[in-house]
């Protein structure tokens, strides 16, 4: 059984979407967390992911993320 919690969660917000989107970018790149693994590296990656850059993403936008990312492993 894998046991997940949450240990940080950053919220941004700015006049525009591209405004959070920054804000989140700076929030992500100045996070140091150490010893542990994390899905920073995942953050960072949503955030010049031009599909989410875009907008109008489905809910399902991460799992099909995810999943594309494991066919590409192997």
Do not use: W
């Not at 046991?3 to 405004?19: A, E, M, N, P």
């Not at 140091?32 to 875009?54: A, C, W, Y």
């Amino acid at each position: 059984l894998e046991v997940r919690r949450v240990l940080f969660r950053s919220i941004t917000y700015g006049d525009t979407r591209d405004q959070a989107i920054a804000r989140m970018r700076t929030a992500l790149s100045e996070t140091v967390i150490e010893g542990i693994s994390t899905n920073i590296p995942l953050h960072r990656e949503m955030m010049i992911d031009q599909k989410f850059l875009q907008g109008g993403v489905s809910i399902h936008y991460l799992e099909e993320k995810l999943a594309h990312r494991e066919s590409v492993k192997k």
